[in-house]
């Protein structure tokens, strides 16, 4: 899941970015409200963090203008203020979620998992693929009762593919939701990770859940086998 962080302090933004990225989400910064326009338009977040106050632009007004635009990304708001009111003009901006500073990083993290679970539908915490389970909280991957042992990339990617399980997957759907900014588009790192997850996942055994579809994508699925391994 591919997040945009929007925090003006550099240690609180390199601390929470640090943070979330061991917990395997893909980490865009913005550090003012102009700059998370301009990324939030050019990429599909799955989640938006958003700091209320701001240079250029307020939070408040990045997330009415990302609103008045048809976005429907989840934004949870972060701010210093603890006034009631403010929290009521958080969410009558179309904020999702508001949690005040300072906050608890564990509190973060349930946040952004519940926000992740209402797009775009409700998922469930965990997600299950004919003998494959994704505990989606503790991060904790079993195939046939044995636990699966992940990197926090291999775990996004897996997730991902997850999420959108029996759907074909292309390989920028991939990029855009797994890997940040600093992704090269002419690497050859999907592949070298779908073959990682394919010795973890799948080696050694009859049924084959990560399929490739030459010159289309990959998906997760124990549907057929007309999908070419």
């Not at 539908?121 to 042992?149: K, Q």
């Not at 926090?152 to 759907?173: F, I, M, P, S, T």
């Not at 939701?177 to 010795?199: A, G, T």
Request: proline share 3%; hydrophobic share 40%; with cysteine.
């Amino acid at each position: 899941m591919r997040i945009l962080l929007v925090e003006d302090e550099p240690d609180a933004a390199l601390m929470l970015s640090k943070g979330l990225r061991e917990e395997s989400y893909a980490v865009d910064l913005a550090g003012d409200g102009e700059a998370a326009l301009e990324r939030a338009y050019e990429n599909d977040y799955d989640l938006v963090i958003l700091d209320v106050m701001l240079p250029r632009k307020g939070g408040f007004e990045v997330c009415r203008e990302l609103r008045r635009r048809g976005s429907a990304v989840p934004v949870l708001m972060l701010t210093a203020r603890d006034a009631v009111g403010d929290r009521v003009a958080g969410l009558d901006a179309g904020a999702d979620d508001y949690l005040s500073k300072p906050f608890d990083f564990d509190e973060l993290l349930a946040r952004v998992r519940a926000l992740l679970r209402r797009r775009p539908a409700l998922y469930p915490e965990v997600i299950t693929v004919a003998d494959l389970s994704i505990d989606t909280r503790a991060r904790r991957v079993t195939r046939g009762g044995g636990e699966v042992e992940l990197t926090a990339k291999e775990y996004a990617l897996l997730e991902y593919l997850a999420r959108r399980a029996d759907e074909v997957v292309g390989r920028a759907d991939i990029a855009e939701h797994v890997w940040d900014e600093s992704y090269d588009p002419f690497s050859k790192v999907i592949e070298v990770f779908i073959q990682r997850l394919r010795r973890k996942v799948d080696e050694g055994r009859d049924l084959k859940l990560i399929r490739t579809r030459r010159g289309e994508g990959y998906t997760l699925t124990e549907r057929g086998a007309d999908a070419d391994a």
